[in-house]
């Protein structure tokens, strides 16, 4: 897309455990595009999230946020980990209600109590729990959980979100209203948006760009549809038509 704003580039970045498990030479990604990231288990996609999220650190290489490169100093590290969020597949709430849950991020970042309500109220009727306000979390269902820690992720307004398999344990019903309110995102916001999922039918409908890893690296990366129609390398096709022995 030229002339879009580069939200994230990656450069020359490694990752080892007791194998490496991510060798990517070159990833940059545009504001306001939902990614998704399709590969089988053991690929590095949970690995590379968390290393874009800095809960992680990479043994290599280079990540720029915003035009920023990664720095080493505790305050432009904080800085920029406020601008992103990462939203896991096993859902984590605070024990108190869905309304506090999702104004928390709000309010550590100084929102006036006004603003908090209209944005909570907002959400709460985006991901259908309005009347669930002042029910304590824990009490919620799985699929309820887990819209409200998307709400809670997007409250703020990140400039980047990432999602790790948010509808991975989800029935059906909940899978559909996850990927709407993911969708609304792309519609009503400039949020950029890295999903991970094992669904490759899932990353067929909502995404707008699809990186294919294995082995830890970037096999493919093009426009969903040319991906799942016309894909140029012979892996990324034996994937995403189930036949890849792994």
Do not use: C, W
Not at 14 to 29: A, P, Q, S
Request: aromatic share 6%.
């Amino acid at each position: 897309m030229p002339g879009a704003k580069v939200v994230l580039r990656v450069e020359n970045l490694v990752k080892r455990y007791d194998r490496e498990v991510l060798n990517i030479e070159r990833l940059v990604l545009h504001r306001g595009k939902i990614y998704g990231i399709i590969g089988p288990s053991g690929a590095g996609k949970s690995t590379l999230l968390r290393i874009i999220n800095q809960l992680v650190k990479a043994d290599r290489g280079e990540i720029y946020y915003f035009g920023r490169s990664n720095s080493h100093n505790a305050k432009d590290s904080l800085d920029l980990r406020r601008q992103m969020t990462l939203v896991f597949q096993k859902t984590i709430l605070f024990r108190t209600t869905v309304f506090e849950n999702i104004a928390y991020g709000l309010k550590v970042r100084g929102f006036k109590k006004q603003e908090i309500k209209k944005r909570v109220d907002t959400l709460l009727e985006q991901v259908g729990l309005k009347e669930l306000a002042g029910r304590h979390a824990a009490t919620l269902s799985g699929g309820e959980a887990q819209r409200v820690a998307l709400a809670r992720a997007v409250a703020f307004e990140p400039a980047l979100l990432l999602l790790d398999e948010p509808t991975a344990n989800l029935d059906p019903a909940n899978v559909e209203l996850m990927e709407r309110l993911i969708l609304d995102l792309k519609r009503n916001t400039s949020i950029t948006v890295i999903m991970v999922t094992h669904n490759v039918f899932q990353a067929r409908r909502v995404t707008d760009e699809v990186i294919f890893l294995y082995d830890g690296r970037i096999v493919e990366m093009g426009e969903t549809k040319q991906i799942f129609t016309a894909p140029h390398d012979p892996r990324t096709g034996a994937f995403i038509e189930g036949r890849m022995i792994y």
